[in-house]
Nanobody
Framework: QVQLVESGGGLVQPGGSLRLSCAASGFTVSNYPMSWYRQAPGKERELVAVISSAGVSRTDADSVKGRFTISRDNAKNTVYLQMNSLKPEDTAVYYC???????WGQGTQVTVSS
């Protein structure tokens, strides 16, 4: 069964860090581009970062450039999103996505607040 399970979210103070994980099953993450999206309350879902099958990563959202990094552990078949210098506007549900799977997972909630 093809599945993505996001985890690692939580409540963090402004300026803090979190690392989100996206564990894949039923397929190999290194064979597909993998992405992180987020959706804040009342806003549309936006693309945050992508890592290609070749392992080339990029951040798409200007608001997170220099603060967020996407990476992949092929041995664990898991994709990560390292988030540093978090701001209240980073509060959102974060989702992992791949073209291999048409549906969205449950996401993981990130709340940045003092």
């Amino acid at each position: 069964q093809v599945q993505l399970v996001e985890s690692g979210g939580g409540l963090v103070q402004p300026g803090g860090s979190l690392r989100l994980s996206c564990a894949a099953s039923g397929f190999t993450v290194s064979n597909y581009p993998m992405s992180w999206y987020r959706q804040a309350p009342g806003k549309e879902r936006e693309l945050v970062a992508v890592i290609s099958s070749a392992g080339v990563s990029r951040t798409d959202a200007d608001s997170v450039k220099g603060r967020f990094t996407i990476s992949r552990d092929n041995a664990k078949n898991t994709v990560y999103l390292q988030m540093n210098s978090l701001k209240p506007e980073d509060t959102a549900v974060y989702y992992c996505k791949t073209p291999r799977l048409s549906s969205w997972g449950q996401g993981t909630q990130v709340t940045v607040s003092s």
